[in-house]
């Protein structure tokens, strides 16, 4: 059970932490290797491992290659390593200023890992002139200073993708970032409900805790907070050298593990297929025990408040959390969350409420304010996107949220009017 709800928080808290490699953090190999050795001895790869099965690696992996052409060793780093041992990991973990680290491994072992794990391993050689190759050197070098090694994470504007592409921009001065500033029509949301469908609960909770800064149209620059999306742009695209000539900044590209898994998913899911019919059959229910309850139904009205209770507590929970997010972490993308207006910490009152009104018909003014106002604040949510108001793309968890919250005002509507047994 808690190991269940770690994995649900990681998800709302942590949708992309894509680059996840739960090992020990800031370990980095020592001794000679290609990091030390002279730009024009040395060939630089980039490697984009395709996604695995567990929540930090459903949006896949990559690192720097580096071989040593006159020793022959191959050395693998990559910013993508943390621990559950590392100081304050919980308090970090809920507050969203985790520590994630630059990490070193030898070919052999990741080749290994990855195949024990079946995920795919691409690598793309760059061609890159001496002194190119020379600053990705000193930039790792730079990195693996004890000060430098442990970086505070974001999931989207800072990982280990986004680590992979700016030492490769900074070595070519700056020609990834000038050629990748097309907007690309998706979203951090779009984005993170394509590669999270193998977990329904788990991603409808994502998209319930992502806020409007979710929803911003991205440029290719920043898709490539994901490794493929970053792996596909370097494929493409072309760069000068000293001397002003264009050519491709791939040289070749290797299948150096092909795993047995279907590829990533092209496009989100329609959320609102999956959330709509949950939220018409609560409002059936919710309007079926109103009437029953209006009838006269003491076993309708005793079923009533436990269901209108329990879902009053769901609801107010979730907006306690949201509520949390917004306000006391630095979950940026959580921020500025309209479903608020859903799920607020306004229907734990109603939750009580609901329970003595419809088991004892007492407090029918304070019912009727909370059970109107909360119904209300759904149709607000809903006329914010009528009117071309509201930003955040939510209309699916309107359509979870809005009927019940219409059923549970009118039931109430109708109890007023019911006899007392």
């Known amino acids: 059970m808690l190991r269940a709800l770690f994995r649900l928080l990681l998800a709302v808290l942590i ?32 490697l984009t491992m395709g996604n695995g099965e567990n929540i930090w690696e459903l949006f896949g992996h990559n690192a720097i290659w580096l071989h040593d052409n006159v020793s022959g060793r191959d050395t693998v780093f990559n910013w993508g390593v943390f621990s559950f041992a590392q100081p304050h990991f919980i308090a970090r973990f809920l507050q969203g200023t985790m520590l994630y680290a630059m990490g070193g491994d030898s070919m052999g072992g990741i080749m290994y890992e990855y195949h024990y794990w079946n995920r795919s391993v691409l690598a793309q050689e760059l061609d890159l002139t001496a002194a190119q190759t020379d600053s990705v050197l000193h930039i790792i070098q730079q990195n693996a200073l004890p000060e430098n090694i442990n970086y505070r994470y974001d999931y989207y504007r800072d990982n280990c993708s986004t680590r992979v592409r700016d030492i490769i921009d900074r070595a070519l001065g700056g020609q990834l970032r000038t050629q990748a500033q097309q907007l690309t029509g998706t979203t951090y949301r779009w984005h993170t409900l394509r590669l999270m469908q193998s977990g329904v609960p788990v991603e409808i909770g994502v998209d319930i805790g992502l806020g409007e800064p979710a929803d911003r149209n991205l440029t290719k620059w920043q898709t490539m907070f994901l490794p493929k999306q970053l792996h596909d742009f370097v494929a493409t695209v072309q760069v000068r050298d000293s001397a002003g000539t264009l050519h491709p900044l791939v040289r070749n590209e290797r299948v150096l593990f092909r795993a047995n898994r279907p590829p990533e998913p092209t496009a989100p899911p329609h959320m609102i297929l999956w959330l709509l019919p949950p ?44 509520t949390l997010l917004w306000t006391v972490t630095d979950h940026v993308f959580a921020h500025s969350n309209e479903n608020l207006l859903l799920f607020n910490p306004l229907w734990l009152v109603l939750a009580v409420l609901a329970v003595i009104y419809f088991w004892s018909h007492r407090a029918v003014l304070w019912t009727r304010i909370f059970a109107y106002g909360l119904a209300a604040l759904c149709v607000i949510a809903l006329l914010l996107h009528v009117v071309g108001i509201s930003a955040q793309v939510n209309g699916a968890v309107i359509g979870l949220a809005l009927p019940p919250a219409l059923a549970i005002a009118w039931a109430v509507f109708r109890r007023t009017a019911a006899p007392r047994i």
């Open 279 to 322: 939220g018409l059959i609560l409002c059936a229910l919710f309007v079926w025990l109103g009437e029953a309850g209006h009838r006269g139904s003491r076993a309708a009205q005793i079923t009533a408040a436990v269901i209108f209770c329990v879902w009053s507590l769901v609801a107010g929970l979730l907006g306690m959390l949201l």
């Open 15 to 46: 949708p992309a932490a894509a680059a996840a490699q739960a090992t020990p953090y800031g370990f980095a190999p020592r001794g000679a290797d290609p990091l030390h050795d002279s730009g024009k001895n040395v060939t630089v790869s980039m």
